[in-house]
């Protein structure tokens, strides 16, 4: 019966290359995939709409309240009605 030699020139590059193989297969543990798990759509806020976005709908919300608020004042003040002062002094 022969023995073979191990060759060692082999066997380092084929312990490397499992190394690696294992290394590339288990991932990675930096905190960017944990970053990535818990807020996977970081560029939206809401289902649909990005920050830009609910910031111009809640300014668009802003100026209509404001303007409804006073086209009430001007209903619930009259100042939309002519003045019904006369021009006539009216005596004491």
């Given at each position: 019966m022969t023995r073979r030699r191990l060759n060692v020139?082999?066997?380092?590059?084929?312990?490397a290359l499992a190394l690696a193989g294992a290394g590339l297969s288990?991932?990675?543990a930096s905190?960017?995939?944990a970053e990535i798990r818990a807020n996977?759509?970081?560029e939206?806020?809401?289902l649909d709409k990005r920050p830009v976005d609910t910031a111009n709908?809640?300014?668009l919300m802003r100026n209509e309240n404001y303007r409804m608020m006073r086209q009430?004042?001007?209903?619930?003040?009259?100042?939309?009605r002519p003045s019904r002062l006369t021009r006539e002094p009216v005596p004491r």
């Open positions: 020139r082999m066997i380092v590059p084929g312990v288990g991932g990675c905190s960017r995939g996977p759509t970081p939206l806020r809401t709908s809640f300014a009430d004042m001007a209903r619930a003040f009259y100042y939309d």
